[in-house]
């Protein structure tokens, strides 16, 4: 199989399958180079999101992928096999520019999963497992996603993870702005989620980081606070409002920490978003009374109230990529036969040269030129032709699919 895509997405595995596949950033490089070291892989690329593991594969074999996903994550294949999907070429050529193009998101049209997918193809270049097919395939993706944007109103009035959180909580408090919010994290989900709290004038805002230097950073931007995060347990009861999203492996609030938060607030509500994948926040924490707490995937029940108004625009988009797969299942088939014409160019360029060398030879002891003209036109023909006429002969009379490709081939019309 030329090229693949093995993985799982929010539409076919629960938050609790995802997590256990999820890989680190600062881990990608060095799982590239452990994954094309196994044969016959030769080109790789893993987009690992909150909502997606996903391995694409260039000049591999499915099942080596399954088994090293599974083994790297310590999780037998059997317990992956139902949850995951398997895409060969153009499935996979058609999922990718899907991806890209926000179609296969949560919330659709949403363009973070765009810079997600740059920064995984960043990664698998620099890790050096991103040869010529796969950086076609994802180069060609972006292409469709900028034409998808710009010819169709996919991304009008987006409603992103944080613009639902703003929601949510608007349902648990009367108003935002007497309320303070503490964001866990500095990545981009947390900087999406500062713009949508900031805008509705909390009381207060706070950056938690596990180095001062990321919190600051953000925190200027939105004339919030920062917070070192091993001073979280201690500064939670000030929050009313908390949005966790971090690359820790492990949880960093758990259900003991929010009941202390909880009694020191005096059982003041608490509404807690969980971005994360794996969860940063004890899943235990949703039982407790006072705490409202949602997860990425409690989230997309309240996106989907958008989704609606943007569906025309979802089958234009389809559109689009369904013509642009074709052009490039088309040069993947090209690509193909580079090797074959090739081949055939240097077959006939031996033929010209040892046509050649004879005419000159002719010339050297005295020919006529008009001769040897005719005798290197002549000897030429000759090779050019001999191939295709015994192919000819040898098919017979009934062979009418090679008469038809050499007739094809050499633009030949019947004859009455």
Known sequence: MQLFTLGLNHQTAPLAIRERVAFHAERLRSALAELTLREPVREAAILSTCNRTEIYCALGEPQAALEWLAGYHRVQPQELKPYLYTLPQGEAVRHAFRVASGLDSMVVGEPQILGQMKEAVRVAESAGTLGTLLNKLFQRSFAVAKEVRSNTGIGANVVSMAAAAVKLAGRIFPSLTEQKVLLVGAGEMIELAATHFAAQQPRGMAVASRTLERAESLARRF?????????????????????????????????????????????????????????????????????????????????????????????????????????????????????????????AEEARRLEVERAARMLARGDDPKTVLEALSRGLTNKLMHAPTEALNQGGEGDE????????????????
Request: aromatic share 4%.
């Open 223 to 347: 004339n919030a606070e920062s917070i070192e995060l091993r001073d979280l347990p201690e500064r939670l009861p000030e929050y009313d409002i908390i949005v966790s999203c971090t690359a820790s492996s492990l949880p960093i609030i758990g259900k003991g920490t929010m009941e202390r938060t909880i009694r020191a607030r005096r059982h003041r509500p608490v509404f807690m978003v969980d971005l994360a994948v794996p969860r940063d926040i004890e899943a235990e924490v949703a039982e407790m009374d006072d705490v409202f707490l949602y997860t990425i995937d409690d989230l997309a029940a309240t996106v989907r109230e958008g989704i609606d108004a943007r569906q025309s625009a979802v089958a234009q988009a389809e559109a689009i990529i369904e013509s642009q797969v074709g052009s490039f299942l088309h040069w993947m088939k090209t690509r193909e036969m580079v090797p074959l014409i090739r081949q055939l160019r240097e077959s």
């Open 401 to 416: 699919s090679l008469k038809a490709l050499v007739a094809r081939l050499y633009q030949l019309r019947a004859r009455d």
